[in-house]
Each structure stands twice: as structure tokens, then as C-alpha cells.
């Protein structure tokens, strides 16, 4: 059983940063810079499609529907979309 959770947390965090390796890559980009600079209603629903979009990614590393893997992967997903709005420094775990 222990084995198992750590290979899913292997999974979760190699996805987390491929995540964030390609999220910085667009950013770099200039593809998030409308979001970014548009109003707060843009603003607003651009970060709320992105955190659960990227909520649905990470919640992929787990082998079954889990309410809680989902609430974790939400709030992980919401610290990665915030930083992608704000140019704020995107890290691995």
C-alpha cells in the first residue's frame, strides 16, 4: 500500500512539473499577456478555466475518482494559475 501512494506521488509531481515547465513556456511566450493585462472579469475567468483545467490534469495521476486527490490537486492547481497571471515564480513541489 505504501508503495503504491508513493508511485502515485511520483506520477503527481512529475505532471505537476511538466505543468508548470510548459505553463512558463507559454508565459514566456506572451500567450497569457491579454489575460494578464485585461480586465477583471477576463482576468477572473481566464484563472478560473485555467486552475481547473489544470486541477483535471493532476487529478489524472490518481487511479480513481477521489474527492479529496481532487480538492488537493484544486488547490495545487489554483497556487500554478495564480502564478502564471502574476509572473510570480512557478517552482516544482
Known amino acids: ?7 502515485m506521488g511520483a506520477v503527481y509531481d512529475v505532471l505537476r512539473c511538466d505543468l508548470v515547465n510548459l505553463l ?3 508565459r514566456s511566450q506572451g500567450r497569457f499577456s491579454r489575460a494578464a493585462e485585461g480586465s ?3 482576468r477572473s475567468l481566464f484563472l478560473f ?3 481547473h483545467s489544470v486541477a483535471d490534469v493532476l487529478v489524472a495521476a490518481y ?10 490537486a484544486l488547490a495545487d492547481a489554483r497556487t500554478i494559475a495564480s502564478s502564471v497571471l502574476d509572473r510570480g515564480l512557478l517552482t516544482s513541489r
Open 1 to 7: 500500500m505504501s508503495q503504491a501512494k508513493n508511485d
Open 24 to 26: 512558463m513556456e507559454h
Open 63 to 72: 487511479p480513481k475518482k477521489d474527492s479529496k486527490a481532487y480538492a488537493a
Open 40 to 42: 477583471d472579469k477576463a
Open 49 to 51: 478555466d485555467l486552475t
